[in-house]
């Protein structure tokens, strides 16, 4: 990538660049050249194919002010500009400041081609805002803010938002344990999991069809 992400920051001033991030004196050059690096895959397609393609980026929302910035120079190198997908985020399975001294890395995330045992595995070991003992989580009440389970039900596993406002207070309350949340929540997940491993086999011969293996042209 990096030609091309030559290329792109030959078209992005330094004070384009220090608007959007707030850049100090400070800043090292690797922040400052890091939108060309990270958008050019926006680009890779139509500079792989030496035609014009759209590209689709699914990205978290800390990544827009690249790609806008990106937008705004697509047309100026003769490229279409990307659309965007984002996506919410959700805390790592093993919870903030876990990674360091517990678990396994792969534990930490739940990936689209994991198999569903693994799923089940990742799920009832999952960093939960439960309390150490059944009877102090029925007296205090659980706390979901701090729940890598509570921010899946919030992501898409709750289908509407009663249901998702009765679990919080459910859990709040000490009504809800975590155990009983984790059984409620696996079918949901397993479900999702099947569906998403039938549509990925249904395009896997196209999508394969399209990796792109031929080397880029020359700039
Ligand atoms: S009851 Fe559910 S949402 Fe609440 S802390 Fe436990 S696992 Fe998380």
Known sequence: LYPLAIR???KIPYSTVKAVFGFPPSTNIGLVFYTA???????????AEGRSVPCLIPCG????????VTRDIAEGLGYPKPALLHSRMVPGLLGEGAMSTTGHRDDNVLFLNDPIPAVRRKIRHAFTGGRATVEEQRREGA?????????????????TDAEFRTLT?????GALLCGDCKSALLPKIEAFYERQHAARESVR???????ITEPPRPI
């Open 205 to 211: 011969e196209w999508a394969e069809s399209r990796i």
């Open 169 to 173: 207070e459910n859990c709040r309350s």
């Open 37 to 47: 690096l990270q958008t050019a895959p926006s680009f890779y397609p139509s500079w």
């Open 143 to 159: 706390i979901p803010e701090v729940c890598s389970i509570w921010a899946l039900w919030r992501t898409r596993f709750a289908e």
């Open 61 to 68: 929302i800390d990544q827009d002010p690249h790609f806008r």
């Open 8 to 10: 792109i920051a030959q």
